[in-house]
């Protein structure tokens, strides 16, 4: 069975740009959550999404965007980057059944803002 | 609110020798989800365990053990006869099922360095 799978897998862009990371999830699975990994905060939840509806939302301004297709891949956006938008951003993927299985993660994505 | 609090930031042993990360949670809810992951040097996070708050046995899978303690918040992780390849970061984690949603709320992470 194929794991998640995060594209691009490194991305550097400048300030004021715009991204959209991609995520696409283990067969058979419909939830897609993702989360932003810094040194100083850490793991934090932005997004979650079930069945192409958004399910759950972090504290993360509305800069941070995201959806979910039909096939449950999903993409978030990031608009006007900030150099502290500079992070490893993991994508995570479960049945969806509302009890929290173990979450598959993917390797992330890995932006530097310059 | 949940909150994780892992107080050990870096460990540092000797290889055979058996260590316990520590992990404090807090949350208002009767019913939750407590997981472990691993995160080695290659970033992707792997899941080592789950436990939901109605179960307090203690478990063990090889090596691994893990301690849950409801009376003190706490849900503790031991590595006995440790080894090299158990160097990374590791995880604990908080799921509070509501309204289905599995947001996890992570703790800050423990890095562990095992040395030869």
């Known amino acids: 069975k194929a794991g998640v799978t995060q594209t691009p897998r490194y991305l550097i862009k400048t300030r004021g740009q715009q991204v959209t990371l991609s995520c696409s999830p283990i067969?058979?699975?419909?939830?897609v959550s993702w989360y932003q990994q810094t040194p100083g905060q850490g793991l934090q939840f932005l997004f979650e999404y079930f069945s192409e509806t958004q399910r759950n939302k972090g504290n993360f301004p509305g800069r941070f965007s995201g959806r979910q297709f039909s096939n449950s891949r999903s993409e978030m956006n990031v608009s006007t980057l900030e150099l502290g938008d500079s992070a490893l951003y993991l994508c995570?993927?479960?049945?969806?059944?509302?009890?929290?299985?173990?979450?598959?993660f993917g390797p992330g994505t890995r932006l530097t803002v310059t | 609110a949940q909150k994780v609090t892992q107080a050990q930031t870096e460990i540092s042993v000797v290889e055979k020798e058996d260590v316990t990360l520590d992990c404090v949670y807090e949350?208002?809810?009767?019913?939750?989800?407590l997981f472990w992951y691993k995160q080695p040097p290659s970033g992707e996070l792997v899941f080592l365990i789950r436990r939901n708050s109605f179960d307090e046995q203690n478990e063990i899978s090889g090596r691994y053990s893990w301690n849950f303690q409801k009376s003190t918040s706490s849900f503790n992780f031991t590595i006995t006869a440790s080894q090299v390849v158990d160097s990374a970061v590791y995880f604990c984690a908080l799921s509070e099922p509501q309204g289905g949603s599995e947001k996890l709320v992570f703790g800050k992470g423990t890095k562990l360095t095992v040395n030869p």
């Open positions: 995570a993927s479960s049945p969806g059944t509302g009890i929290p299985y173990e979450q598959y």
């Open positions: 949350t208002r809810d009767t019913t939750y989800y």
């Open positions: 067969s058979g699975h419909r939830s």
